[in-house]
């Protein structure tokens, strides 16, 4: 069951998101019916879920947002912006809901049953007052009996013939389940026929061969008891007429009381589905701001906020025990025949080495070649199968857009392009804080207010364009805005105000930008509740560092500011630098090394007499003789002439003293750790071509290598002139 | 390698496996230690390991076990036996053990040269005595006596545990 459950999650969540999507797509002003559809679907597969899996307050919950929903794809109430935020809004609670579940907890009630009541204040204010007497539906705008105070007089009850298809079994759908389900809607007697059930010999217990008369008792309305049947409707013959046939032409009565006179936009939701209500949507979108129940939203940090928390909850979700991921068919078929084709040369090979002779040597050679093609396209193939489109992190974005341009006050027009750019799974997910802090970024601080927009002659909508692709082995992922660009002087400013220069310092242009990256300084000239909490982009930057990336920053005052985020496609594999120290192969990852010079003599200098210091662009970066740090013998040798690779990790710059500088190749990363341990100065290892394996540097263990191994005196030297380095270079 | 199935197959054809639990043994100077059969994922000669700096001397390095990483230990080392040149019988015995929260690890023995693969049955294995041997109890599961000859038998998860302490403490 566990395992079942698991996947209802992650269903789940990815139907929020598609409501999620829908709802902002509806919320363009353009109520397509097959996006109401769409999101309805989510819901009650949702719903369906969370009643099999015994989760009542979840599948009570998801009730009263579907109701709703039927009435809006049914074209019964026109799509509001306020139904669309209501939505949202739920949406948000239900996840906060699934969460708490999956968690094995229970959600706080409190904002789920305040969420129905405004569902089901809305359905009864949708209910419009004067019955419409071309009504198309017989069952006239009826909200479901569940959905409070509308509860309005149904027929007397229903017959309903049900024969279902002989597979039904097989769809895994239970007729006893939708009796009982039904007899939730009132009292329900049952006939069963079994005039189609063959002789025992012949009975195939696999198929259903009953079929079913059902009467139902009660005020329930036709819409509710389809909707028992909903999932089987394709799998049997369904008739479904009413026990006192006046009471399905019975106009429906009033909503009582609906002491709020609809205005304007819900006016026009009358039950019809014609272009009225869509003009009226329309309408109802530009006409007002749908302010109250936005609100909530953009002040929850990154994370979708759990239910009950107030705002400025920023905690991130915890992460799902197993996590699995869905793998398009397409990928799998391919990696199929790519097995097939290497089983085809691995035999051709062997048939080969059976009876060798000299004359079959081209043969080999061609072999070797075909093979080593196959090896690669498994590799390549393999890899695809944890890549997954970058849409994924892009799904969040527009909520984010939609919420905070209506808390700000500001137009913004959000343009996602490259959304089938494919990078690692690991990847996408540690990506999607970063981006989503950068779009927060924009939005507060790049994109002006209409007004302020308009008096510099822009269009009062901002536009923030976000665009994946493909470069070399890398995603380059570019952000960019039109606002108003980042002030260099308000930047020095707040450099000098914070320390970080001195009076009278100037830097160079391209450097004042990097400022921004630098820790504790915000260039917001308020700080709010959206950005500007002094963390920001060094948090950013660390975060695209640390998956082998990094982010580069343009900015014209006035015009916008173009951010580009260069990332690894995957995790596993990196472009390596080789070097040898005593007879041992390694490796550092090349997006560390910033230069590999050859040791002057002149440029050496000593502190305390032991701790060796290397002059290098105006200043001193301390030395690791590897040899020494390894152990190898012959460690105190002459460093000059020698070779250094001048390194770099976060915010530490060291030169490694190497012997000898070899090739550079893609390794893939293999963990030290799976069957021995974590190694200080390792990050692992890799296996090279002849088959041995090379062992991969992590800088910023090498250092507490280094230190560690220092005398303490020395140690502090080697700090000091650590930070130095650093200083030197980013002031 | 193909050395080994053979007197595998050997042995259990002589009728030299008795009932119970099946070990392959090993020797260690004069001494002849076992393992778990079931445990011995493959056997291979010695052909060099890539070493990690700053571990511990028994620990002989890694190397490359069909695509994983696998950390080798020389066992006489291990044991504090004086080492020994490593020659063209010198094994290696990968073997899976069970690490810290039971997680399944693999792990290289070297060992001077395989020996033979003997059942003993549970009931036949004597608890240690406190000395006698060079090595600690801990590693012991228990002795046996099979043809005039003292099997010693390891318990190879605590080898990894006290091998982990032991690296903790360099």
Redesign the interface.
Same mark, same amino acid.
């Given at each position: 069951m566990g395992q079942f459950l698991q996947t209802f999650f992650e269903e789940s969540f990815e139907g929020l998101q598609e409501m999620e999507a829908g709802l902002l797509a509806l919320d363009s002003g353009d109520p397509d019916t097959e996006t109401l559809h769409t999101i309805f679907r989510a819901a009650h597969s949702i719903k369906g879920g969370a009643g099999t899996f015994g989760l009542q307050a979840l599948a009570g919950f998801t009730h009263h947002m579907e109701t709703l929903l039927d009435r809006l794809r049914e074209g019964r109430q026109a799509v509001t912006p306020e139904a669309v935020n209501l939505l949202l809004e739920s949406v948000d609670c239900l996840r906060g809901m699934l969460e708490a579940a999956q968690d094995g907890g229970e959600a706080d009630p409190e904002q789920a049953v305040a969420l129905e009541k405004r569902l089901a204040a809305l359905v009864a204010e949708g209910n419009d007052p004067s019955p419409v007497p071309d009504a198309p539906e017989p069952e006239g705008p009826q909200a479901l009996p569940e959905s409070h105070a509308v509860d309005s007089p149904a027929p007397g009850g229903w017959q309903i013939g049900f024969r279902p298809e002989p597979h039904l079994f097989m769809t895994g759908n239970d007729p006893l389940r939708l009796v009982e389900e039904l007899s939730e809607l009132g009292d329900v007697t049952a006939e069963c026929h079994i005039g189609q059930l063959p002789a025992f010999g012949d009975l195939d217990p696999e198929q259903c061969h009953l079929s079913w008369t059902l009467t139902l008792q009660g005020g329930a309305d036709e819409d509710a008891v389809r909707e028992v049947f909903e999932w089987v409707e394709d799998d049997c013959e369904l008739t479904i007429s009413p026990l006192a046939p006046e009471g399905a032409e019975d106009e429906p009565p009033a909503a009582e009381g609906s002491p709020d006179a609809p205005e304007e936009s819900t006016a026009a939701a009358a039950p019809d589905v014609d272009d009225e209500g869509d003009e009226a949507a329309d309408a109802a979108v530009v006409s007002e701001a749908p302010a109250p129940s936005s609100a909530g939203h953009g002040d929850n940090g990154n994370q979708p906020p759990a239910p009950g928390a107030g705002g400025g909850n920023g905690q991130p979700r915890k992460p799902a025990a197993a996590s699995s991921i869905r793998v398009n068919t397409d990928k799998i078929d391919a990696l199929i025949d790519m097995v097939g084709e290497l089983v085809i040369t691995q035999s051709m090979l062997n048939q080969l080495g059976e009876d060798f002779s000299e004359d079959k040597l081209e043969q080999l050679r061609d072999g070797l070649g075909q093979l080593e093609r196959n090896t690669r396209e498994l590799q390549e193939n393999v890899m695809r199968i944890r890549m997954v489109p970058i849409s994924f992190a892009y799904a969040r974005l527009p909520r984010i857009v939609h919420d905070l341009s209506d808390k700000l006050g500001k137009q913004v027009e959000l343009k996602l392009e490259g959304e089938q750019t494919e990078l690692d799974k690991t990847v996408m997910e540690k990506l999607i804080d970063p981006l989503v802090h950068l779009v927060r970024n924009s939005l507060d601080h790049g994109i002006e207010p209409p007004a302020q927009r308009r008096e510099l002659g822009k269009p009062e909508t901002g536009t923030l364009e976000i665009e994946a692709y493909h470069k070399g082995g890398y995603i380059v992922i570019e952000i960019n805005d039109d606002g108003a660009g980042i002030s260099r002087d308000k930047l020095l400013a707040k450099a000098r105000a914070a320390g970080l220069l001195q009076a009278g310092e100037e830097l160079p242009d391209e450097q004042v930008l990097d400022l921004i990256f630098h820790p504790g300084l915000s260039t917001a000239e308020k700080a709010t509740d959206v950005s500007g909490r002094g963390v920001g982009m060094d948090v950013v930057k660390r975060n695209i560092r640390q998956l082998g990336g990094n982010i580069n920053l343009r900015s014209q005052p006035g015009e916008g500011t173009q951010l580009t985020i260069h990332l690894p496609l995957t995790l596993s594999i990196l472009d390596g630098q080789l070097f040898r120290v005593g007879d041992?192969v390694y490796i550092v990852p090349l997006v560390s090394i910033i230069e590999s010079l050859q040791i002057q003599r002149e440029k050496l200098s000593r502190v305390a007499g032991k701790a060796e210091l290397y002059h290098w662009r105006e200043g001193h970066l301390p030395v690791l003789r590897l040899r020494e !740090? #390894?152990?190898?013998p012959d460690a105190g040798g002459e460093l000059a002439n020698g070779l250094m690779v001048v390194v770099e990790d976060d915010d530490r710059r060291v030169g490694l003293h190497v012997d000898e500088l070899l090739g550079q190749q893609q390794v893939v990363i293999?963990? !030290?750790e799976?069957?021995?341990?974590r $190694?200080?100065? #390792?990050a692992g290892?890799t296996?090279l071509g002849d088959?041995? $394996?090379?062992?991969i540097l992590d800088i910023a263990g090498l250092v507490d290598?280094a230190q560690a191994q220092r005398k303490p005196a020395d140690a502090a030297a080697m700090r000091v002139a650590t930070e130095e380095a650093h200083g030197e270079q980013t002031q | 390698m193909s050395e080994m199935s053979a007197s595998q197959q050997d042995a259990a054809l002589q009728g030299t496996v008795g009932e119970g639990d099946q070990y392959l043994t090993f020797t260690l100077g004069d001494e002849e230690y076992g393992v778990d059969i079931l445990r011995v994922q493959e056997i291979k000669g010695w052909s060099g390991a890539t070493p990690i700096p700053n571990t511990p001397d028994y620990v002989k390095g890694v190397i490359n076990m069909r695509g994983t990483i696998v950390p080798v230990i020389d066992l006489r080392e291990r044991f504090g036996m004086p080492s020994r040149e490593y020659t063209q019988f010198t094994v290696v015995v990968l073997v899976r053990v069970l690490g810290p929260g039971d997680k399944e690890r693999i792990m290289g023995l070297v060992v001077d040269a395989l020996s033979e693969v003997y059942g003993i049955p549970e009931d036949e294995l004597r608890p240690p005595p406190e000395f006698g041997s060079i090595i600690r109890t801990d590693f012991i599961r228990g002795l046996a006596q099979v043809d005039e000859k003292m099997i010693i038998v390891l318990d190879a998860d605590r080898l990894l545990a006290e091998e982990e302490l032991a690296t903790e403490s360099v």
């Open positions: 041992q !740090l #390894f152990n190898e293999k963990s !030290l799976a069957n021995y341990q $190694v200080t100065g #390792f290892a296996i088959g041995t $394996v090379a062992l290598l | -």
